[in-house]
Every structure is written in C-alpha cells, then in structure tokens.
C-alpha cells in the first residue's frame, strides 16, 4: 500500500514530507517540491459572484436540486458540507469561498448544489439517509449529462462523496475528501457529534438540517467500505480541525490504497475559508494531473 503525504504551510506554500500516517514513499518521478513552487507562481484568477450566477434546477430522485455552474472544461461536482448552502456567502458559514470557486473554475467546468431540503433545493419527506444524499449526487451527475465527474466533497459533503464512490463508483473519476470523517461516531469526532445530536430533533432548526443531523447520526459510517475504493483520491485537511481532526484524515488515507494526503498546517474545519487561494491551487492537482498515486513506482 502507498501514499503520499504532504504537509502545507498556507504563508509559505511549502510542501513537505510529514511523518504521520505515511506508509509508503512517494510515486516515481513525483517532487512535491516542484509542484508546490509551480503552484505558488501560478497567477490567480478573479473570484467568481455567487449572487450574481444565476440559479438552475434538476428533478433527481423525486427532489428538485437547486444548482449554480461556472468555468468550462472537465467537470468537478463540488458536495457541500453539514448546514451549508451555496448562497449564503457569510465567510464563516459559507459552503464555498469565491475565491477558491474561480480558481478551480478557471480550469475546469464547476458545479455546486443544495442537498435536498436545504437552501433553494425541494425538500421532500422522504426518510434522510447518507445512501440517499450519494444517491442524489450521482442522479445529479447523469441529469447534468455526464456519465461521471470529479468529485469534492467537504465535511459532510467529504461523507456523503465517499458513499457515492462505494455506492456509484461509475459516477466517480477522482475525488478530493476535504476536512472529513469516515463515521461521526468516532471518539476524535465527540463535537461534531454533540453538534448533529443537538440539532436532529431540534423543531427550531429547518427540517432540511433536522435531517441532515438525522442522517449522520443514523449513518454506519465507510470504513469498511474505503479499502474498495479504487480511484485517485486526495484527502485534504488542516491540523488545527476539531471537528474532524486530522488524526482521523490519516486513518483514512492508511485505508485508501494510493491517496493522497494533504495536512495543511495549524488551519482549521474547511480550510479554503481561512486559505482559499492554497486550498483552489491545490484542489487543481486532481482532476488536472497526469500523476497518479496508484500508478507503481
């Protein structure tokens, strides 16, 4: 089993070889230095206006998903995370910073949507599962008139990418798991798990976050599942997380045969709000790169 480990330093860019959780080295021919002074000098693009893209709809699954798009080229489906939706742009809440969206959309086709239930996506009463979600998002894929997409998804919308790769690994070409867990039961994820118990029967909350909650709670969890998952995959996150620490970032990248594991140093939860220029360049590397950790050394 091989992966390659990276640790970021956001101010400086710096790509490094980090101890924890490698196994392996890194792919023949791969310089993570390289790559990173090749990122650094790439110019960066004007970010995108949420509020000023016109919002679309797609029927999938008996819900009608609300959707935004941007750049052209290859397609990245981008899953958003626990209570987020693509509107609402307050930098501490937003499921996507502007910035971080030009930048990938500069190269390649971006597409980002509501779950079901929250913000302009139709709710319906159908019983929240995690399956459900990935269900959605490969329904999506195809109504969007592809056969697959890259795929990146961040805290739940990293829970719900993986269950897609398990359920629908044909909807998936290479997916980046940003600031995730593969269960939200495990003992490193104590607050996130406070945090879904407390709003899952909660009748102040929306019944979209209500189910959101219910769906991660009730949720098995990957694990056994993330050893079959025979795509690129790039597992991104910041040492500083509490909500998903990066302890259980490795975990996973130990389980996944040839990913990619990005540690950012000292960022916290979804660290393209806090890095978004690092967090889009680095983003950039999967769906654009001919590199491949699977490929032998």
């Not at 502007?98 to 139709?122: C, K, N, Q, W």
């Not at 979209?208 to 050893?227: H, M």
Request: glycine fraction near 10%; aromatic fraction near 8%; hydrophobic fraction near 40%.
């Amino acid at each position: 089993m091989k992966h390659l480990c990276l640790l970021l330093v956001p101010a400086m860019l710096v790509f490094l070889l980090a101890s924890a959780g490698c196994t392996g080295t890194a792919p023949a021919g791969s310089q993570p230095a390289t790559v990173a002074t090749a990122l650094e000098a790439a110019p960066v693009p004007a970010p995108v206006s949420i509020s000023n893209t016109p919002v679309r709809y797609r029927e999938v699954n008996g819900a009608k998903l609300a959707y935004w798009e941007w750049g052209s080229g290859e397609p990245v489906l981008l899953i958003e995370g626990f209570g987020a939706t693509v509107a609402n742009t307050s930098p501490a809440t937003a499921a996507w910073n502007e910035t971080f969206l030009g930048i990938l959309s500069s190269r390649y086709h971006v597409y980002a949507y509501d779950p079901r239930g929250m913000g302009y996506s139709g709710f319906t009463d159908a019983t929240p599962t995690m399956q459900l979600y990935a269900d959605d998002a490969a329904g999506l894929i195809q109504a969007l008139g592809y056969e697959s997409m890259n795929v990146y998804g961040e805290s739940m919308g990293s829970s719900t990418a993986q269950q897609l790769v398990i359920d629908h690994p044909e909807r998936v070409q290479k997916l980046v798991l940003d600031s995730g867990t593969y269960d939200a039961r495990v003992p490193e994820c104590r607050h996130l798990y406070a945090v879904l118990q407390a709003t899952a029967y909660d009748m102040n909350q929306t019944p979209g976050l209500r189910s959101e909650a219910q769906a991660n709670l009730a949720w098995n969890g990957t694990w056994d599942g993330l050893a079959g998952i025979h795509k690129d995959v790039m597992i991104i996150v910041g040492t500083g997380d509490t909500t998903t620490p990066d302890a259980v970032s490795v975990r996973m990248a130990g389980q996944i045969n040839g990913s990619w594991l990005v540690r950012y140093k000292g960022l916290e939860h979804i660290g393209s709000r806090y890095a978004p220029v690092q967090y889009g360049k680095t983003a950039l590397l999967i769906p654009g790169t001919d590199e491949s950790p699977l490929t032998p050394a």
